[in-house]
């Protein structure tokens, strides 16, 4: 490598969100979407620093089912460039315990928590089974179900409430955003579902009268509440007797980065914290289990359910 070709090589290493991808890509594949999920940032700005790295030789990019990804090379093909790959692995190892660098780790574990539990990664990773996804197994456990009308609080941008008014005789959607629940609609009228009913709201006052659903979804939506207690017994309120109010969000954590980037209020629930929240909203028959949980991630999903029986107290709306 000549004095030039140096140069230009540590002016392009000059740039932390270069550096940060190359943190990423020394540890494991990764494609522009997941990169763009993991930074943080605009997915054109992902693909112009990649096209800066692979230029640079120090990124490779691999076409691999459909997508492409990107790593980087192997040691053996550096081409002269081991010396400062051991200056860059010197240097992430120093900066591990750096927020920034913590958190990018956190989101990459996420991303490959996703990716394991794709059916593509289970079982005989050689198999090929065509039509074999997670998404199918979820619709056809909803035609197990009678129709039910489900309350998505919280929906942000409809992922949830475009699935459940799959097998729903009808989805009342909330959410406080208005520019949040505009995409949510866009993503149904894509996908031409019509059995559902958009309401702007907060979780701790609900838009809704009571007794008005079988079931009340809060999806990763708890932790983002100002009062996590008010927003049960909301739930509680919409829910007609005998029907589920259904949880699903976080074990508690310390990841305090997401108050900022996600703008979560709590981080996270503990087990039995959860449990005594759900039982004070008036609920019965209370179950609190781990929904998913990835070695060494720090995410731990909990799904927790309570019944809405005979008698339980009613919070004005």
């Known amino acids: 490598m000549n004095m030039k070709e140096a140069s230009a090589l540590f002016r392009l290493l000059g740039d932390e969100v270069r550096l940060r991808l190359l943190r990423l890509l020394a540890a494991e594949r990764l494609n522009v979407t997941e ?20 230029e640079s030789g120090l990124v490779e990019e691999r076409r691999e089912g459909g997508f492409t990804y990107y790593q980087v090379p192997p040691p053996e093909a550096r081409n002269g460039t081991t010396p400062l790959w051991q200056m860059l692995d010197a240097q992430f190892a120093a900066s591990a315990d750096e927020p920034i660098a913590r958190a990018d780790q956190v989101r990459l574990k996420e991303v490959l928590r996703l990716r394991k539990e794709s059916f593509a990664n289970h079982g005989d990773g050689h198999q090929l089974v065509p039509g074999r996804s997670w998404a199918a197994w979820a619709r056809a456990l909803g035609h197990l179900l009678p129709a039910l009308d489900v309350a998505d609080l ?52 609900v ?5 008005t659903v079988d079931v009340t979804l809060l999806s990763q939506a708890l932790h983002h509440a100002t009062d996590p207690a008010a927003a049960l017994a909301e739930c509680a309120r919409i829910t007609r007797v005998g029907g589920r109010v259904l949880v699903l969000d976080l074990r508690r954590h310390d990841e305090t980065w997401v108050r900022d980037r996600l703008g979560d209020r709590w981080l996270g629930f503990d087990d039995a914290q959860l449990e005594k929240l759900l039982k004070a909203a008036g609920l019965t028959d209370v179950h609190v289990d781990v929904g998913a949980k990835l070695t060494g991630d720090p995410f731990t999903v909990l799904v927790a359910s309570g019944k809405v029986a005979p008698g339980t107290l009613r919070t004005e709306g």
């Open 35 to 54: 990169l763009t999920g993991i930074l943080g940032i605009a997915q054109s700005g992902v693909s112009r620093h990649l096209g800066l790295l692979r």
């Open 207 to 211: 838009p809704l009268a009571d007794d």
């Open 154 to 205: 919280g929906c942000g941008e409809g992922y949830l409430t475009v699935e459940a008014a799959e097998w729903a005789r009808r989805v009342i959607a909330v959410d406080r955003s208005s520019e949040v629940l505009a995409r949510a609609k866009a993503l149904a009228r894509r996908r031409g579902v019509s059995n559902i009913v958009w309401e702007q709201g907060d979780l701790e006052r």
